[in-house]
């Protein structure tokens, strides 16, 4: 079965300034997807970037990366120019490419709670 | 709109009583999928639908807890006898049958809070 470790609970960064959140996953298939969901206080979790793990190429959206090192197994996030709206917990979620049975769902860590300081 | 929904949002009910919730998804996704999160953790997989047909389910999953999606749109998930362990947010979310069409991504809806007493 797949594991993923967030091992930040919680982290804190002044408005502007970037924060990398770090993610590590535990499998032994090569293909799947990898998430970075955010999950703002008694709102919906929403999808912030994704990565799918045939690409060697680090996904990016506006100011959202991750750092996908594959053999690492490992899938950080930074967030540049951080603003007061990131301010939420932040799950990593890894995803089997395998369609069916226990691997369809997304397995997730423990999450991480980023507070953005004004 | 058209995102995934779910009701009641919140439920506050006696130890022993039945409870219902209901996910409406994304019309074109065919899958759906429960999941339970209780505070400060993450969310953990519960059940999972294609259509009208119940996948997989997890070991979390006990004999009181039953989902359905008898058309293969919208899901209830029933949790009979109740009990405080229950406690928690009940999401769920919608994705297309990844060979089908589609990103791995899941769209959650913004969850049904239970509170047994």
């Known amino acids: 079965a797949q594991t993923v470790t967030q091992s930040q609970p919680e982290m804190s960064v002044q408005e502007a300034e970037t924060v990398t959140l770090s993610c590590t996953y535990d499998?032994?298939?090569?293909?799947?997807?990898l998430f970075w969901y955010k999950q703002p206080p008694s709102r919906q979790m929403i999808l912030v970037i994704r990565q799918e793990a045939y690409k060697q190429q680090n996904a990016t959206e506006n100011r959202f990366s991750v750092n996908f090192q594959k053999a690492a197994k490992s899938f950080s996030l930074k967030i540049s120019d951080s603003q007061l709206g990131d301010a939420a917990m932040y799950f990593c979620a890894y995803r089997s490419s395998i369609s069916g049975g226990g691997a369809d769902g997304l397995t997730f860590g423990k999450g991480t709670h980023l507070i953005i300081q004004p | 709109d058209t995102g995934v929904s779910q009701n009641p949002r919140h439920k506050i009910t006696k130890r022993g009583q039945n409870v219902t919730f209901r996910c409406d998804p994304i019309s074109e996704h065919n899958r759906l999928y429960w999941y339970r999160q209780t505070l400060g953790q993450g969310p953990e997989f519960l059940t999972y639908f294609q259509n009208e047909a119940q996948l997989e389910k997890s070991r979390l999953l006990s004999d009181r807890f039953s989902a359905e999606r008898p058309k293969g749109s919208f899901s209830t998930l029933e949790i009979q006898r109740t009990e405080q362990g229950d406690s928690a947010m009940y999401l769920c979310?919608?994705?297309?049958?990844?060979?089908?069409?589609?990103?791995?991504?899941?769209?959650f809806g913004e969850g049904s809070r239970l509170t047994v007493l």
């Open positions: 499998t032994s298939e090569s293909d799947y997807y």
């Open positions: 979310a919608s994705s297309f049958r990844l060979s089908f069409r589609g990103t791995g991504e899941l769209f």
